[in-house]
DNA sequence: AGCGGATGTACAG
DNA sequence: TGTACCTCCGCTT
């Protein structure tokens, strides 16, 4: 799930849920018990995202960090909350609602200055709407290194993560092997403007949808199909598979310990 | 029951 | 470049 669509929709439903109201805080698992005794009974004064970081606000107390990592996840329900399992590492919890988190690579109790600290090693975030996509063009326009290996970088650019990455791509019909330096002015706005897209409407649905609507399997005459991970998509984890738009097999190859995907035909240097 | 992955990152060398 | 870490799920035996 968490590319920085799912982070900044998770701010949005903690504001909605816990903003200014106390909140019970506990750590079923242990690890976080300390900050949890802490925090517990505070009410909940911000929820704020950058990329894929997640804030916790708790006025003087500082901030609850978060990363999901690869395998965090999240979980809202109602009241009364279900006995926690044991891998629960953070709880809060209202007498209307209840929210679980699991698998975090990062929970921690940060002061204002670490949190500062934080976003001051993080790139522009397509959906923070103050974001200034020039400070992206001023790194990726000056370097060797691939796009698809750029857009993947946080402190470049904040929240692609690997299905936005492979998807933008295909979507303007750029060669992830193209250097970054070898990117024009023009693809760079295009890449931005069209990642604010995708990624807001990621945010509304909780889902990555990036297929146009003349694409849709509807639309070029063939059965529906379903994507297993949730979203319509064109090339990620489509691999061997037909390109939704002509037909030729989807490629993957590993770079920088990802799997990249993309179709031969339609990204071209 | 045991395995291999997965929308991620950090650190070692 | 490789490896470790967090958890869950689906596939294979």
């Given at each position: 799930m968490p590319e920085g669509h799912t982070i900044h929709r998770l701010a949005e439903d903690h504001r909605a849920r816990f903003l200014d109201r106390p909140v019970r805080v506990s750590s079923p698992q242990g690890k976080f018990s300390d900050a949890a005794a802490l925090l517990d009974?505070?009410?909940?004064t911000d929820a704020e995202a950058h990329g894929k970081h997640l804030f916790l606000g708790f006025g003087a107390l500082g901030w609850v960090h978060i990363h999901l990592g690869l395998f965090g996840k999240v979980d809202f329900g109602d009241a009364?909350?279900?006995?926690?399992?044991?891998?629960?590492r953070l709880r809060l919890t209202t007498p209307k609602a209840h929210v679980d988190l699991r698998g975090p690579t990062t929970c921690a109790l940060i002061t204002d200055g670490e949190k500062t600290a934080v976003h001051e090693r993080l790139g522009p975030d397509?959906?923070?709407?103050?974001?200034?996509p020039d400070r992206v063009w001023a790194r990726l326009s000056r370097s060797r290194t691939t796009v698809a290996a750029l857009l993947l970088d946080q402190k470049i650019?904040?929240?692609?993560g690997n299905v936005y990455r492979a998807e933008v791509l295909f979507r303007l019909g750029?060669?992830?092997?193209?250097?970054g330096r070898d990117i024009t002015r023009a693809e760079w706005d295009a890449i931005w403007a069209d990642l604010v897209e995708l990624m807001r409407e990621g945010v509304r649905n909780n889902r990555i949808d990036t297929v146009r609507p003349e694409h849709m399997p509807e639309a070029m005459g063939r059965p529906p199909r379903v994507d297993d991970h949730g979203g319509e998509v064109y090339?990620?984890?489509?691999?061997?598979r037909p390109c939704h738009v002509c037909g030729t097999e989807v490629r993957t190859a590993g770079l920088a310990a990802r799997n990249l995907f993309w179709c031969p035909a339609c990204q071209r240097r």
């Open positions: 009974g505070q009410p909940l009364p909350a279900p006995p926690p399992t044991d891998t629960v397509p959906l923070r709407p103050d974001d200034d650019i904040a929240g692609v750029i060669d992830p092997y193209r250097a090339v990620y984890r489509r691999d061997r």
